[in-house]
């Protein structure tokens, strides 16, 4: 069944008149974590490869086209975990970094820690010879206009919680069975100067493991914390569920318990795969078999030939 990769563009509610751009963008970052799996490369270049593509296209909620906090400023953060050996490395509240997932692949391949937060992350990427971009280059007028018109988070409480998801993600398993995993966001819209959310965390913005499989996650940070939602997916597949079924029983939980929205794109150590969500979008594409599967809202399944 594999290699496979999966990734998604955000778990949210997509305007219709810019639906195309969710869904060229999740398709072209499928296609190109699919060619380094097809010229043998490993699941996590897979993903990192994904990922950056998704955090260039301003169309999404990471790198560029991240949402602004409170003061009108881009703090982001990201996430890898390679399923063969459980490393991983992860940045938050990172400023003026145009992909803050190599950064975090960075930190995994070049420290011994795992997550490396604000300036201290920033230090890093600097001695590792990453370069700074300048902040306005990762803003536009989209999020600008966004962060201008924020919404109190006291009205409509699923549409203000709608309003302030948006993350990108890709799962991948390559020819040799290896699983990994890729996280990266902009975080909440209007978020307090600072904040980390799921996506930096073990466990809640991603999990990877060779023996049972790999999650990335979207949507309300808090929520999915809470829950440990990526880890709480795999211990469902560790008990026999599918990917579809645990997929659906974590979303499951999380809006029962704590009342949280969102979605996953998961796989398991034989290359299944499964897009789920909660929201009314999630664009996603898969691919696999020279294949490209792809949706953006539910029941989506449609296909293309990967030339």
Same mark, same amino acid.
């Given at each position: 069944? &594999?290699? $496979?990769?999966v ?6 509610? /997509?305007?219709?008149?810019?639906s195309?751009?969710?869904t ?8 190109? %974590?699919?060619? $380094? ?9 897979? /993903? ?25 400023? =881009? ?6 975990m ?6 991983? %490395? ?8 145009a992909?803050? /997932?190599?950064? *975090? ?18 230090? &890093? *990427? ?11 280059? !990762? ?19 699923v549409?203000? +919680?709608?309003?302030?998801?948006g993350? /990108? ?26 904040? $980390?959310g ?12 060779? +023996?049972?499989?790999? =999650? ?10 809470? =829950?440990t !939602? ?14 579809? *079924?645990?997929?659906?029983? %974590? !979303?499951?939980?999380?809006?029962s318990?704590?009342?949280? !929205? ?7 150590? +034989?290359?299944?795969? #499964?897009?789920? &969500?909660s ?13 490209l ?9 449609? #296909?293309?030939?990967?030339?």
């Amino acid at each position: 069944m &594999f290699p $496979v990769v999966v990734v998604h563009g955000g778990a949210s509610m /997509v305007p219709s008149e810019r639906s195309d751009n969710f869904t060229l963008g999740v398709c072209s970052a499928a296609r190109a %974590g699919y060619a $380094v799996l097809r010229g043998g490369g490993s699941s996590m270049d897979a /993903v990192v490869e994904a990922v950056s593509q998704l955090e260039n296209d301003p169309t999404f909620n990471a790198g560029c086209g991240s949402v602004l906090n409170i003061k009108g400023e =881009v703090e982001m953060d990201a996430i890898v975990m390679d399923g063969k050996t459980l490393a991983s %490395g992860a940045v938050s509240a990172v400023r003026n970094i145009a992909n803050p /997932v190599q950064l *975090a692949k960075l930190v995994m391949d070049k420290t011994s820690h795992t997550c490396l937060t604000a300036e201290g992350a920033n230090r &890093f *990427a600097r001695s590792m010879g990453v370069p700074e971009v300048p902040s306005e280059s !990762l803003i536009t007028e989209l999020t600008r206009m966004r962060w201008t018109k924020k919404r109190e988070a006291s009205a409509k409480p699923v549409e203000s +919680q709608l309003e302030k998801m948006g993350t /990108v993600g890709a799962v991948a398993v390559d020819s040799e069975g290896n699983v990994a995993c890729a996280t990266s966001t902009g975080g909440m819209l209007n978020k307090m100067e600072g904040r $980390v959310g799921d996506t930096p965390c073990i466990g809640s913005g991603g999990y990877a493991d060779n +023996q049972v499989g790999a =999650v990335s996650t979207t949507g309300y940070g808090e929520a999915i914390m809470k =829950v440990t !939602l990526a880890r709480l997916i795999l211990f469902h597949m560790e008990q026999g569920q599918s990917v579809e *079924a645990a997929s659906d029983l %974590g !979303l499951a939980y999380m809006a029962s318990r704590v009342d949280g !929205l969102g979605g996953v794109v998961t796989v398991d150590r +034989q290359g299944h795969w #499964t897009a789920r &969500f909660s929201t009314p979008n999630m664009s996603w594409a898969a691919a696999q078999k020279d294949t490209l599967h792809y949706g953006l809202r539910p029941g989506d399944d449609l #296909t293309q030939s990967i030339d």
